[in-house]
C-alpha cells in the first residue's frame, strides 16, 4: 500500500490486517469484532478474510475476553483483545492488573504475555455514560504493563504493529474523537520506537505536551498563539508508561516552561508525574511552574455539557498566558 492517506479508523484496520497476514498466531477478539466490525468498524471485512478462528465475536463478558486472551497467550498466541468502550474495562480490570502484567515478574521472567488491550477512549462524540472516559493513568500505575495512545494515523498503523509485536502487555487507547481525522501512512517505514515522544512543531517561548486526542489540541493552540507573536513547541508523548522524559526534558531546557494537557482529570493524571519528574530535572531551567490542562475530577457529564468538561483551545490558551506571565 505504501503511502497513502487513511483516516485513523482505517488505519488501525490495516494494521490489524497486516498482522494478521504476517503471523498466524495473532487472533482478534472482542464483543461484535466479527460480523458487525467493531461498533466504530475497525475490525470491519477481517472475520470475513480470515474466518471465525482468528477473528473472534466473544459474549458480553470483558474478565472472560481478558482471562481468554492470557490463556491464549500461555499457549504461544499474540491475542488482540478489544474492549468496546472505554468505561467497559472496568470488569476486566482485575484480570489486567492482577494477571496480565503480574506473569512475567510471577514466572521470573520464564512467562510471556503479548496480549494487546484495545480500548477507545475520551469524548468528542456525544455519547452516555460510561462511553467517554480516559482511565490510562490506572493502567500507567500498574508495573507490567505498557500504556500508548496515538494521535493521527500513521502512529495509530504503526504504534498498532508493535504493540502486537511486543512481548508485554500492551493497553492500546485509541481516541476514539480522532477515528475520522485523516493523515498520510506510510506502511513501509516505521516512524520510530513505540515509546518514544515526538516533537510535531518547534517553538522557542513554551512547551505543550500531550498525548492522543489533546494533540491535535495543541497544535491548534500553537497555530493561534502564533498569531499573537508566541512560538509555542508541541511534544506529542505518544506513550504514557513508559514516558519518554529526555524529549520533554529537551524541549523544556530550551524554552523554559511546560503545559501538560491530557483529557483524563486533572487530579493525579499523568500531567501530575510528567510536572513532578520535569521540574526535578529542569529546576533551574524552569520560568514558570509546570502548569496542567485536563478534565474536572468529577464523572463524566452528559452530551449536552462535554465540551464545558472537555480541554479545549481556550483553556490550553489560558494556561499559557498565566504560564508566560511568570
Known amino acids: 500500500m505504501a503511502a497513502t492517506k487513511l483516516p485513523l479508523a482505517r488505519a488501525l484496520n490495516e494494521s490489524l490486517r497486516r498482522a494478521l497476514e504476517n503471523d498466524p498466531k495473532v487472533l482478534i477478539m472482542g464483543e461484535d469484532v466479527g460480523k458487525l466490525g467493531g461498533v466504530f468498524r475497525i475490525t470491519d471485512g477481517l472475520q470475513k478474510d480470515f474466518g471465525e478462528d482468528r477473528v473472534i465475536d466473544t459474549p458480553l463478558a470483558e474478565s472472560g475476553i481478558i482471562g481468554t486472551a492470557i490463556g491464549l497467550a500461555l499457549r504461544g498466541y499474540r491475542p488482540v483483545a478489544e474492549i468496546q468502550f472505554d468505561g467497559f474495562v472496568f470488569p476486566a480490570y482485575d484480570q489486567i492488573v492482577t494477571q496480565l502484567a503480574k506473569m512475567h515478574a510471577r514466572a521470573l521472567g520464564k512467562v510471556k504475555l503479548p496480549v494487546v488491550v484495545r480500548i477507545p477512549y475520551g ?25 500508548v495512545s496515538p ?16 512481548d508485554d502487555p500492551v493497553i492500546f487507547f485509541e481516541p476514539k474523537r480522532r477515528y475520522w481525522d485523516k493523515g498520510e501512512v506510510d506502511t513501509d517505514a516505521i516512524p520510530g520506537p513505540l515509546h518514544t515522544a515526538r516533537v510535531v512543531r518547534t517553538g522557542t ?4 505536551a500531550a498525548y492522543g486526542p489533546m494533540v491535535k489540541v495543541c497544535t491548534e493552540a500553537a497555530e493561534a498563539a502564533a498569531e499573537e507573536g508566541r512560538s509555542l513547541e508541541v511534544v506529542d508523548l505518544r506513550s504514557v508508561s513508559p ?42 531551567q524552569l520560568e514558570a511552574p509546570v502548569l496542567r490542562v485536563g478534565g474536572f475530577h468529577a464523572p463524566y457529564p452528559p452530551a449536552r455539557v462535554e465540551e464545558e468538561y472537555l480541554p479545549g483551545l481556550d483553556r490550553v490558551l489560558d494556561a499559557v498566558d498565566r504560564s508566560l506571565a511568570y
Not at 502512529?155 to 511486543?166: E, G, R, T, V
Open 205 to 208: 517561548d513554551l512547551t505543550l
Open 123 to 147: 469524548g468528542g462524540i456525544g455519547a452516555v455514560e460510561h462511553h467517554s472516559e480516559s482511565p490510562e493513568a490506572l493502567f500507567a500505575h500498574v508495573a507490567g504493563l505498557k500504556v
Open 151 to 166: 494521535s493521527n494515523p500513521s502512529d495509530a498503523y504503526w504504534m498498532l504493529q508493535q504493540a502486537i509485536q511486543s
Open 243 to 284: 514516558i519518554d522524559f529526555d524529549t520533554i526534558q529537551t524541549s523544556v531546557e530550551k524554552t523554559g516552561r511546560l503545559v501538560v494537557v491530557h483529557e483524563a482529570p486533572v487530579f493525579l493524571g499523568s500531567g501530575a508525574e510528567i510536572a513532578a519528574r520535569i521540574t526535578e530535572r529542569c529546576f533551574y
